[in-house]
């Protein structure tokens, strides 16, 4: 059963509210107000229960005084008197059967009523029966065509229904590639461009949204390529200028193309956040400017009656950067288009410098094939293999850092292995004096904050890395003295994974942030920014913390397999959705620096 409280819970109990205001004709501004903070607690990279406990939930952006209030009341009793005095107006089934693809508040309103599909836990088998029994097609305003699409999206539903509504991000990604490379096949795509939150590279994406850049008169033949897709289970919709299908394993894969003249106004609009796209109307329309997908027109009430037929045109722009900086602003990063300050430091020129995967000259989280009997799972590849790859990445240092031998050996045993290790990890060095190679390991923590290592055997390595792997229901206080603690070995460097999520499998441990930040900084050790697919940890919100509060970052793939560290990718756009700069990634030092900083 989900945890009532949990983000994906407190999100769908907000646009239930904003389906109720909908379909009750409510003020348009409430609806807007609390789908934008549905929105909001989606893309939150922490609880926002833990954030709600930390007394900040009117620092979430779109979340204003008065839903904060209701969702104190919330987490407080388990209940919000105004949420149930909202929700008691129209029938449970309503928001079971919007969980359907294609179906809307008002077609869901539509068929609850006219077939009687009241009870909330039948209400999805019940609507499938009456679409097999023909009563849908005698609806007024449905008919055949809606009815097989019902059914259809049924299915869809049905399937969908046993995996994770969301995907992590480098599977959505790789979805998109796959597809932008098929339809590449053809000339007349000019230009290809993720949209929306996979542009934004947000760690978890719902659909994939793609722009392309084509000629008016190839418009059908590109939206014919689009649909042809080999990998497509049904065809959504396919219009002159957009056009969606759904592919396997049922992802939803939205395509708009637009002439290049207006396609940076096109770009901009549909990459949003929606929370950065109202706070950039707000910002436009003080000049008088009014924003859409095709560009930006002088508002009417400010255009004098002499005006001009170009005054009132719509200006178009073929780049973000020209839309941008037609309002006076510098082009704003999609990874940092959230609705909090990067608006205003676009209009005073103080947007940072985002690091660049480019910056990054090694890799410290990597796992080798060398058994030393390991505590987790083994790496796939030897040395000399995870070396080349790093070579070939352009790397300057590389560091292994496999899992601690298991407890159950000797103490005397995990010392002799990791000696020999140290041996072998030498003899490497010397055959490949153009990369600097850096002996380490990944320890575990134990739950009395205890590393799991025999006392002596860090006098093997240069560095440890130390990450929780066990015990991760303890209380944020309990969790926070068990890191800590373990931070205090002088051999300790970095601090792996630091929530412990693991996307599909639990949620990240909370801990006490100001005390860890504290200890970090001022013993110089880096929080991981690890870019395994699964965890992609520490999350963006925590890395802009960090930043802000001056403490030092690493960004790690946790590879087990050469190929893994292509993965270094996504650890960057999660840095760079934090708001970091090269200056405050410890290996975007050159060589040198690097090893004054991890050895001394």
């Known amino acids: 059963m989900e945890d009532k409280f949990s983000n994906r819970a407190v999100s769908s109990l907000l646009r239930s509210i904003a389906t109720v205001y909908v379909l009750k004709d409510e003020n348009r501004f409430r609806v807007v107000a609390y789908e934008r903070a549905a929105d909001a607690v989606d893309h939150l990279a922490r609880e926002i229960k833990d954030i709600w406990q930390d007394k900040k939930l009117e620092e979430i952006p779109g979340v204003g005084k008065a839903i904060s209030s209701h969702l104190d009341e919330y987490f407080r009793t388990g ?43 039948t209400a999805v088998e019940d609507l499938k029966k009456a679409c097999l029994r023909g009563k849908i097609a005698q609806m007024e305003t449905f008919g055949e065509k809606s009815q097989s699409d019902i059914l259809q999206a049924i299915g869809i539903y049905e399937k969908r229904s046993i995996k994770e509504e969301r995907m992590i991000l480098p599977y959505a990604f790789s979805i998109a590639e796959q597809i932008i490379d098929y339809l590449k096949q053809k000339p007349y795509f000019k230009r290809i461009d993720k949209l929306g939150s996979l542009r934004r590279m947000v760690e978890t994406i719902g659909d994939v949204d793609l722009a392309a850049v084509v000629d008016v008169k190839y418009n059908q033949q590109a939206i014919d390529h689009f649909i042809a897709y080999p990998k497509t289970i049904k065809i959504d919709n396919a219009g002159d200028k957009k056009a969606s299908i759904i592919v396997t394993p049922n992802v939803r894969v939205d395509l708009r193309i637009q002439e290049k003249n207006s396609y940076g106004s096109m770009l901009q609009y549909f990459t949003g956040s929606k929370n950065h796209n109202i706070r950039l109307r707000e910002f436009a329309l003080k000049k008088n400017y009014s924003l859409s997908e095709y560009g930006i027109t002088k508002v009417e009430s400010s255009l004098s009656v002499k005006a001009t037929a170009d005054e009132a045109k719509i200006k178009k722009f073929n780049s973000e950067e020209r839309f941008y900086g037609y309002l006076g602003l510098r082009w704003i990063p999609p990874e940092i288009r959230e609705g909090t300050d990067e608006i205003e430091l676009a209009a005073k020129g103080q947007l940072p410098s985002l690091v660049d995967l480019r910056d990054i000259k090694g890799d410290l989280h990597v796992h080798s094939n060398f058994d030393l009997q390991p505590s987790h799972d ?223």
């Open 79 to 121: 209940h919000s008197r105004h949420f149930d005095e909202i929700l008691k107006k129209i029938p449970e089934s309503i928001f079971v059967l919007m969980q359907i693809p294609t179906i809307g508040p008002k077609k869901a309103y539509k068929l609850v009523m006219n077939l009687n599909l009241f009870d909330k836990d």
């Open 378 to 600: 083994l790496g796939e590849d030897s040395f000399e293999a995870m070396i080349k790859k790093a070579e070939d990445l352009g790397y300057q240092y590389v560091g292994f850092s496999e899992h601690n031998p298991k407890s159950s050996l000797l103490d005397k045993d995990v010392a002799a292995i990791l000696k020999k290790r140290r041996l072998v990890i030498d003899k490497i060095k010397a055959k490949n004096p153009g990369l600097k190679i850096f002996s380490g390991l990944e320890v575990d923590i134990l739950p009395n904050g205890h590393l799991a290592l025999p006392e002596g055997c860090p006098d093997y390595l240069d560095y440890l890395i130390v990450s929780v792997h066990s015990a991760f229901d303890l209380d944020a206080e309990a969790m926070t003295n068990r890191v800590l603690e373990a931070l205090k070995n002088p051999k300790v460097r970095i601090l792996g994974h630091p929530t412990g999520r693991y996307f599909g499998k639990r949620e990240g441990f909370a801990l006490k942030w100001e005390k860890i930040f504290d200890f970090v900084k001022k013993n110089g050790i880096a929080l991981e920014v690890n870019a395994w697919p699964e965890r992609l940890d520490l999350p963006d919100l925590l890395v802009r913390e960090a930043v802000n509060t001056g403490v030092k970052l690493i960004i790690n793939t946790d590879a087990h397999a050469a190929s893994h560290l292509n993965n270094m990718f996504y650890g960057v756009e999660v840095a760079r959705r934090g708001w970091a700069q090269n200056k405050n990634i410890v290996n975007c030092l050159d060589a040198s620096d690097f090893k004054n900083w991890l050895v001394g």
